[in-house]
């Protein structure tokens, strides 16, 4: 969808800003760009749409080179969002929508109906809102402005450049969850600069890693670049905790579930004793005929029952699973505000196996590379012995 070619800014003050950037973005995809301050983030987002115009290389925009068309069209093809200052502070919200669509002669009709849609989308209904001013909206609700304003004239790439950077950490969280929304819907092509990696992790399909001079050192879907950080620039930036953070993109695995004794409705009382015997979890899990869970068998209930009972009568159900593909973060908070051992997991309602502690944490280990990551050599040692 959007190709760098050798992409550079040179200021005329000899500040080569961005030295020459090759990168790719597939249609629909959300990459963030990361990195120090002043690694030439924002100058790459503002090239692409021509805010700054290049001083070596090409952009192709779906087949076109757009280093050579109009910057009009240019826009309506590409949205642009930045942080705070963006909105213009005398026109009114719906106006300050409405800007592009303006721009590029629309019917005021057609452009009123959109403002109105794109106002409905960010949750600020134009009933409401449209004829406000942005002071007198929260930071948060002027963000989410900002956001309808990149959106309204349907581009195809939308450009982000710290978009919830100056909001309080509550609102931020709202709009990322909305903005993930909205992109689920939508899916643009987005780039998006953050200097916040918790933010990256959470919203990009991949993120590019900057150094100064706008030098890609890494470009890898979130789980990559915190579980094989590229080299070590890459690991000092996205931090020691790094680890902790593979928690919120891991998605629990088939693989790394751990397996007790199963046994069957039907299966009698003795038999499941003798599995949970074998066995070193102390339990066995319950599933019918057709493999789906119904439950578990251990503790004194299955201890006390006669022999002969069916394993029905004596199984207890489980308050909660987790579906196959939760993550990690989300699975481990469940087991732990259950303060449960274990947890099954499952496929709708098929049983698959039961997620432990220790399972999230082969989860984890599974994903560092295995072996060369930068740091494997520090962290293994340590970690073991925990
Ligand atoms: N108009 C300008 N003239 C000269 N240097 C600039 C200009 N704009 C940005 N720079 C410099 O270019 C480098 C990259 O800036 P920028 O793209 O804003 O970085 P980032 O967004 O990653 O913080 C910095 O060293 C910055 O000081
Ligand atoms: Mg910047």
Redesign the pocket.
């Known amino acids: 969808m959007i190709r760098l070619d050798g992409l550079g800014?040179r200021?005329?003050?000899g500040?080569v800003?961005?030295d020459s950037l090759d990168m790719g973005v597939g249609r629909g995809e959300l990459i963030a760009l990361v990195?120090?301050?002043?690694?030439?983030?924002?100058?790459?987002?503002?090239m692409v749409n021509r805010l700054i115009e290049p001083t070596s290389g090409r952009i192709v925009l779906d087949g076109d080179d757009v280093t050579k068309v109009s910057t009009v069209q240019l826009r309506r093809r590409i949205g642009y969002v930045i942080q705070q200052v963006g909105l213009f502070p005398h026109l009114t919200v719906g106006a300050n929508v409405a800007t592009v669509p303006r721009l590029l002669g629309w019917e005021k009709g057609r452009t009123r109906e959109r403002t109105a849609e794109m106002l409905d989308l960010v949750g600020l209904p134009a009933g409401t809102y449209a004829d406000r001013y942005p002071h007198e909206l929260s930071g948060g609700q002027q963000q989410r402005i900002g956001v309808a304003r990149g959106l309204a004239a349907d581009p195809d790439v939308l450009l982000m450049?710290e978009p919830f950077g100056a909001v309080d950490p509550i609102a931020r969280d709202r709009l990322q969850g909305e903005f993930r929304r909205i992109q689920s819907d939508l899916h643009k092509t987005v780039l998006f600069?953050t200097?916040d990696i918790d933010e990256a992790v959470r919203l990009a399909d991949k993120i590019a890693v900057?150094s100064?001079g706008?030098r890609l050192e890494q470009l890898a879907d979130p789980a990559s670049v915190l579980g094989a950080p590229a080299n070590q620039f890459v690991a000092d930036f996205v931090g020691s905790d790094r680890g902790l953070r593979r928690l919120a993109v891991q998605p629990v695995e088939e693989q790394d579930l751990v397996q007790p004794p199963v046994v069957r409705l039907a299966d009698r009382a003795a038999d499941a004793r003798a599995a949970v015997d074998r066995a070193p979890e102390g339990y066995a899990v319950v599933v019918d005929d057709a493999g789906d869970l119904r439950g578990y068998v251990g503790g004194p209930a299955l201890a006390q029952a006669p022999g002969d009972a069916a394993v029905e009568d004596v199984a207890r159900r489980f308050g909660e699973t987790v579906e196959l593909g939760t993550y990690l973060r989300v699975a481990l908070s469940e087991l732990v505000r259950h303060d449960a051992g274990w947890l099954p997991v499952v496929a709708g309602d098929r049983y698959l196996g039961v997620l432990t502690p220790e399972a999230v944490y082969a989860a984890l280990r599974r994903t560092v590379p295995g072996d060369g990551g930068v740091d494997a050599e520090q962290e293994r040692p340590l970690l073991k012995a925990v």
């Open positions: 800014k200021y005329p003050d500040t800003a961005v990195g120090p301050s002043g690694c030439g983030k924002s100058t790459t987002l503002r450049d600069v200097h900057f100064e706008g």
